[in-house]
Structures are given as structure tokens and as C-alpha cells.
């Protein structure tokens, strides 16, 4: 059974930085795309960014690009969100996702898709 968990949530002062985790189990990671979610209170689910399986390549919205970094290591199974100058309206809760037939691409999420697998969420909460 496919299973997600992030790690790494927390409270940090704007400007400052945050790693979340998405441990995968289950599968080999190697094999797929993994796309991270967050959602803030009063507003809808917004995918923020996603992985390639093949090239580890990564796309981002404008919202986090130049300020957030996905990457992978196949080898331990995990895909990190590496979270910079962080701002107060990052606060959210953060979820990893995932399935077989998902492709990192332009829309980053296609509205309607349904994802096999998710994290539980970790919060993440930017105040001073």
C-alpha cells in the first residue's frame, strides 16, 4: 500500500526558511511524478509546485518561484520542498501527492484530476 507522510512543518518569522518532507512508501519514488499542495484557511487547494520522475526536473507557480525548491532522493524515497524567504501569506498547510499516471507538466494540477495517494498535511505557519 502506497503511502505519503510529510514531515518538517513549523512556525518561522518572515524571511525565513523551512525543508518539508514527503516520505513515500510502498513504491519506488524513481518511477513517479510527485506534485506538493497547500491550502490556507478560506481559500481553495492550490498545487505549488511538482517533480519529474525522469529528470528530477521541477515546475513551480509564480507565487513560490525563485523562493521554493523541489527535489528528490530516490534512493531514501523522499521529496523535499525546500521553503526561502518566506512570506505571511505562505501560511498554510503543505500536502504531497502522487500516482501512477500523474504527470509534472503545465497546468501543474489539472483542474479535476484525481490523485491516488496523499500526505496528511503538515502546517506551516509564517508570522512575526
Known amino acids: 500500500q502506497v503511502q505519503l507522510v510529510e514531515l518538517g512543518g513549523g512556525s518561522v518569522q518572515p524571511g525565513g526558511s523551512l525543508r518539508l518532507s514527503c516520505l513515500v512508501s510502498?513504491?519506488?519514488?524513481?518511477?513517479?511524478?510527485v506534485i506538493w499542495f497547500r491550502q490556507a484557511p478560506g481559500k481553495e487547494r492550490e498545487g505549488l509546485g511538482c517533480?519529474?520522475?525522469?529528470?528530477?526536473?521541477?515546475l513551480y507557480i509564480d507565487a513560490v518561484k525563485g523562493r521554493f525548491t523541489i527535489s528528490r532522493d530516490n534512493a531514501k524515497n523522499i521529496v523535499y520542498l525546500q521553503m526561502d524567504n518566506l512570506k505571511p501569506e505562505d501560511t498554510a498547510v503543505y500536502f504531497c501527492?502522487?500516482?501512477?499516471?500523474?504527470?509534472?507538466?503545465?497546468?501543474?494540477?489539472?483542474?479535476?484530476?484525481?490523485?491516488?495517494?496523499w500526505g496528511q498535511g503538515t502546517q506551516v505557519t509564517v508570522s512575526s
Open positions: 510502498g513504491t519506488a519514488l524513481v518511477a513517479w511524478d
Open positions: 501527492a502522487t500516482d501512477p499516471d500523474y504527470e509534472c507538466g503545465v497546468p501543474i494540477a489539472p483542474i479535476g484530476y484525481e490523485y491516488d495517494y
Open positions: 517533480n519529474r520522475d525522469y529528470d528530477e526536473s521541477s
